[in-house]
């Protein structure tokens, strides 16, 4: 016996649900490491405040696993990726206020995606039910 139209647009709905929850994890999971990296930086910026001097030796990554010894010219400003084409000159505490900001965007969006992703997972479990009443 053939499944009903309303059976395969349920299951339709269901496999459409399943793949934008997908979607939206790895979103999140994009935005989790993003936050991450940010917090670290932020941190970085805080020890420059607690003591880096001038000439003080550091490893600058210089892509993958490779870092090259500097030495550290300016320890009073930093400079910033305020978006792909643009860098600022900050001062260490405008650099972290900053960064602040960034960070609570950041967790807003995580916020935002968690609630999206449970909102997903209450449909598609009312969703899975309907489809399991319909089948048996």
């Known amino acids: 016996m053939e499944p009903s139209q309303e059976f395969k647009d349920q ?3 269901f496999r459409y649900l399943k793949d934008q929850r997908e979607m939206l994890q790895g979103q999140m999971e994009f935005v989790n490491v993003t936050l991450n990296n940010v917090m ?3 941190s970085t910026v805080e020890n420059l405040k ?3 001097k001038e000439d003080d030796e550091i490893l600058v990554p210089i892509g993958g696993y490779v870092n090259i010894k500097a030495s550290i010219k300016e320890t009073k ?3 910033l990726n305020v978006s792909q084409d643009v860098v600022i000159e900050k001062d260490l505490d405008g650099a972290i206020e900053f960064l ?3 960070i609570e ?3 807003q969006q995580v916020q935002f995606l ?3 992703i449970q909102t997903s997972d209450v449909n598609l479990q009312r969703l899975s039910q309907n489809i399991q009443q319909g089948f048996t």
Request: net charge positive.
């Open 114 to 116: 968690s609630d999206q």
């Open 11 to 13: 299951l339709t709905l």
């Open 77 to 79: 400003k930093v400079l």
């Open 50 to 52: 607690k003591g880096v």
């Open 40 to 42: 670290n930086t932020r």
């Open 105 to 107: 965007r950041l967790k």
């Open 100 to 102: 602040d900001k960034l």
